[in-house]
């Protein structure tokens, strides 16, 4: 089991809906430790939303090729 939070304040600032362009969210992900209140860090992941986040996260621990679908407008 693995636990998400959104760290905002990487950005600097409070996230507002009204933006065009929706920009890539971090995500801690901690892993509880039996005996110990407070579980451990495992790293940072960022995704658009937290079901992406999910998605990322369970494929990097499984240790399989990630691919991200871009949104039009990317360059290469």
Sequence with gaps: MF?????WWLNGRTPTRSKPVQQPQ???VF???????SPTFLFVIHAYSLKQAR???AAKVAGETIVVP???GASR
């Design 3 to 7: 636990y998400y939070t959104r760290q």
């Design 31 to 37: 892993q509880p430790t039996p005996g110990q209140n």
């Design 26 to 28: 971090p995500f801690t």
């Design 55 to 57: 998605a990322l996260v």
């Design 70 to 72: 871009v949104s039009s």
